[in-house]
């Protein structure tokens, strides 16, 4: 089929809830690229609903937005995937997927891309279209863990069971660490213990005793930070997972967090920690993450697809119930 009779639709946010699924161009495969078309692409619960919410900071996203670039309207989305049906003319040897390869791309919702080659990350067939809008937050995920240095034996508090605190708390149970994770919803207390959570609690019930090795908040309040620090234990570590956008909230930083003499991390997945870089790249990191993404255990995170076209009120249910879902999936029919 010629690419000019492909259909092209796109996602765009046009202000604070208020999103729209427009019909765009197709684009074209140029040198160094391919083009690809959508299988599924996942909302995130995080960025993305402050995007939705109008509550994140201006610029929005540093990494693509000019100073004093407005809000809206924009397209977003970073966890797409996709099949290749095109090739851009080779450019400088660039090795680019053939044709039929199946690609993840930190892109927009939107029917095709045309994507660098090195953008687009070949992900095996034998994983699932849906699980592998996964493999942001699992890098997110893996980033936060390494940024924790959780090990073997330790005790660990997650709070927050949106999808990166789920994965999250995956990870550092496969890692040896005895998880406890404190999520108001059952469903997400549910999904926790399936994947390897030794305890799953309604924060109503938890009692923070100041024993936690490692502390992660990951529920995207910052009010939050509070009862991190109330579980840590003496020299433990607190690593931020969450994006707070514009939002703040006092944090007491007085005698139990200077006695305890207790670390806060920011964790952020745009780069390799420090200790790991001088032999980790983000090509090596994405494919521990392909790995990783071969489990089936993580389907349990995967709610039923939406139709593309039915993504205005996917948004409008995730934010009028932002704590009962896990993986929002987008699919293109």
Do not use: C, K
Not at 253 to 275: E, K, M, N
Not at 292 to 301: H, I, K, R, T
């Amino acid at each position: 089929m010629p690419t000019d009779a492909l259909r092209a639709r796109e996602l765009w946010f046009t202000g604070p809830r208020a999103v729209e699924v427009r019909d765009g161009a197709p684009p074209h495969a140029g040198p160094g690229q391919v083009l690809a078309r959508a299988i599924a692409s996942g909302i995130s619960q995080g960025t993305e609903l402050l995007l939705f919410r109008g509550e994140g900071p201006t610029p929005f996203d540093p990494s693509l937005d000019a100073p004093g670039a407005p809000t809206y309207p924009r397209r977003y989305g970073y966890s797409w995937v996709g099949e290749v049906i095109a090739r851009g003319r080779s450019l400088n040897g660039t090795a680019a997927p053939e044709i039929g390869t199946r690609v993840f791309a930190l892109a927009p919702h939107g029917d095709l891309h045309a994507l660098d080659a090195a953008a687009a990350r070949p992900i095996p067939l034998a994983i699932p279209a849906a699980r592998a809008v996964l493999a942001a937050n699992l890098e997110t995920a893996v980033t936060s863990v390494w940024d924790s240095g959780a090990s073997i034996g330790d005790e660990v508090v997650v709070l927050g069971g949106g999808v990166v605190g789920l994965l999250t708390t995956w990870l550092a149970a496969r890692a040896g660490a005895s998880v406890r994770l404190v999520e108001p919803s059952a469903r997400r207390r549910a999904l926790g213990r399936a994947l390897g959570a030794a305890a799953a609690v309604d924060p109503a019930d938890d009692e923070p005793r100041a024993e936690a090795d490692v502390v992660f908040e990951a529920t995207g309040t910052p009010a939050a930070l509070a009862w991190a620090i109330a579980h840590a234990a003496t020299e433990a570590l607190v690593v931020v997972v969450s994006f707070y956008g514009a939002r703040s909230a006092s944090v007491p930083l007085g005698a139990d967090f200077h006695r305890r003499r207790i670390a806060l991390r920011a964790s952020q997945v745009s780069a390799v920690p420090a200790t790991r870089a001088p032999r980790w790249t983000l090509a090596r990191r994405f494919d521990l993450v392909r790995r990783l993404l071969q489990d089936p255990v993580l389907d349990v995170l995967l709610d039923i697809p939406v139709p593309f076209d039915d993504a205005p009120r996917a948004y409008a249910r995730i934010d009028a119930a932002p704590g009962e879902g896990a993986q929002a999936v987008l699919g293109y029919p």
